[in-house]
């Protein structure tokens, strides 16, 4: 028979989104999943950013099924947390959607208000300055809001972005294609001279120019590089699928063999 004090959780009559509440509510409750009972906000961390991986991954796949899925699952992830801070009397979901709802309005006054903006460039500079102003910081940098918790390229794009806005940019891509063979010139001298200490650096600043170049071509660095790990894949398994066929182990060819099964495979 189904617990009373679950009722809420049970009620169809509720939108989804209540009802996805109530649900995280009972299972936190001393009755309800001994599991989610004992998650923190540190626990869920990890979880938090793989499926936000696992939307990104069913973008890309373009899977409707999949993805509305694994929407569900990344909304799971913030009612799970606003469901701890309310038990602990924080805040509310409620008051994480209030929030949002606020700054949307606050931060659009070209839509919700009189202002109006000519472009995308234009609003984006409209919600910079609406955000500095906010915050109340009069020392702020055009780099704030840019967190150091983002994966390496994202956050690199983003810093670069940012710099762009305030005319730290240049205006087209072939100085910036001069500034990668610079930077790979740098490379090899450092590799060189054997400086382990510099390649580091020094590949670094290579990658950080490769995004720039992507940014100026309007080519989404990580979309780029997730397209190009997965040809890689799928070219190393059909490699391997090739070799398995032949009775060859990968592991006892030469380079040069594994390159004449992937020309193959390539022109295959």
């Not at 998650?39 to 961390?45: G, K, M, V, Y």
């Not at 993805?67 to 799970?80: A, H, K, R, S, V």
């Not at 409620?94 to 006054?109: F, M, N, Q, T």
């Not at 390649?199 to 940014?215: H, M």
Request: charged share 30%.
């Amino acid at each position: 028979m189904p617990n009373p004090n679950h009722a809420a959780a049970l009620d169809h009559s509720q939108s989804p989104v209540q009802q996805l509440c109530a649900i995280v509510a009972a299972l936190r409750q001393p009755d309800g999943c001994p599991w989610d009972r004992e998650q923190t906000h540190e626990s869920l961390r990890a979880g938090l950013i793989e499926e936000a991986y696992e939307v990104v991954d069913a973008i890309n796949q373009k899977d409707d099924a999949n993805f509305c899925e694994e929407l569900g699952d990344l909304l799971l992830q913030p009612i799970f947390h606003a469901q701890i801070a309310t038990e602990e009397g924080r805040f509310t979901f409620d008051d994480v959607a209030r929030s949002i709802v606020e700054k949307l309005l606050r931060r659009h006054p070209h839509v919700f208000g009189e202002d109006r903006c000519a472009d995308s460039a234009e609003v984006l500079k409209k919600w910079d300055d609406i955000k500095r102003a906010e915050k109340g910081d009069k020392a702020t940098s055009a780099l704030d809001g840019v967190s150091g918790g983002l994966p390496a390229l994202m956050r690199a794009e983003k810093v670069q972005k940012k710099a762009a806005r305030v005319g730290f940019d240049w205006s087209e891509a072939a100085p910036v294609m001069a500034k990668i063979r610079e930077e790979l010139a740098e490379v090899e001298v450092e590799v060189a001279q054997g400086a382990t200490a510099r390649i580091e650096e020094e590949i670094g600043d290579l990658l950080f120019s490769v995004v720039n170049l992507a940014r100026k071509l309007k080519v989404d660095g990580e979309t780029a590089l997730q397209s190009a790990t997965d040809k890689f894949s799928t070219r190393f398994r059909k490699v391997e699928a090739l070799a398995r066929e032949r009775g060859i182990a990968l592991d006892k060819l030469s380079l040069a063999e594994l390159d004449t099964l992937w020309d193959e495979v390539k022109r295959g």
